[in-house]
């Protein structure tokens, strides 16, 4: 009996800890109304830039883009501790037109610069540094260069073409983080497209601010392309085995963080 007891506490304290490793992983919350060619789920933000294949042509010139800009904010600023981090990704294909590294080229990204919140977790291995931008709110740039272009050529000559831009979440923070944007960068860092948190494109180019009396002004509505299905191209990247990782750090930190709660 004595043993028995034994096994079933300890098989208790597995799940619990299992149970706390889960509930310490930073994760993305989810869309709330999600466009049409916007993959969204907790470890990814996946949004579809040109897949004719499935109805989706935005309009933009592949060739013009040369960064991501993404906007990201803590959902529970409380719980904010700035363990966060993940992969900026820009994805073109089909492989047998492209190189097959650049099916899914991802830059890593880690922690966030918050004087103002006294944290500094950026590591400086990570190929990008976030920017503070506002309150519990940062940015996150990816450029484009040789090791993660768009091969526009063969894209836009393959009826299998496709270019598809993510951000990934595999933190460890106690605060889910929300995607509050995403721009499109020309060579000099400018925004020429931008994006909401739902994934509908805010405007193809900069431009004026519309006037109350202009009621047909369009530029700021959003447009979502029709019949997308499936995600083209988006192989195993291993974030299961990073998630784990972050899930066993999270542990040892979980007892204390949940003790004191941000004040």
């Known amino acids: 009996m004595k043993i028995a007891k034994i096994l079933s506490a300890a098989a208790a304290c597995a799940v619990a ?20 060619n916007l993959s969204s789920g907790t470890g990814s933000w996946m949004l579809k830039l040109y897949v004719p294949s499935e ?7 592949l060739a013009d883009i040369k960064g991501i800009r993404y906007t990201f904010t803590a959902a529970e600023p409380e719980w904010f501790e700035g363990n966060t981090g993940g992969g900026l990704v820009i994805s073109c294909g089909p492989t047998s037109v492209t190189p097959a590294d650049h099916n899914w080229a991802s830059a890593n990204w880690w922690g966030v610069v918050d004087e103002d919140l006294e944290l500094d977790t950026h590591d400086e291995a990570a190929a990008v540094k976030t920017v503070k931008v506002g309150d519990y709110t940062y940015s996150a740039t990816v450029m484009i260069d040789d090791t993660n272009c768009i091969y526009v050529d063969e894209v836009t000559a393959s009826p299998d073409g496709y270019v598809q831009v993510a951000f990934q979440e595999w933190g460890s923070d106690m605060s889910a983080i929300t995607i509050t944007g995403m721009e499109l960068l020309d060579a000099s860092g400018n925004a020429f497209a931008s994006f909401d948190g739902n994934g509908n494109m805010l405007s193809d180019a900069p431009s004026a601010p519309s006037t109350p009396s202009d009621p047909s002004d369009t530029t700021s509505k959003p447009t979502t392309p029709s019949n997308p299905s499936g995600d083209k191209g988006s192989p195993d990247t291993g974030v299961a085995g990073v998630a784990a990782a972050a ?15 941000r004040k």
Request: hydrophobic residues 65%; charged residues 10%.
């Open 17 to 36: 800890a299992a149970a706390l490793a889960v509930s310490a992983s930073a994760e993305l919350t989810l869309a709330d109304a999600p466009a049409s």
């Open 55 to 61: 109805g989706i042509d935005l309009g933009i010139n």
């Open 247 to 261: 899930g066993v750090a999270a542990l040892a930190a979980g007892a204390v963080v949940l003790a004191k709660k």
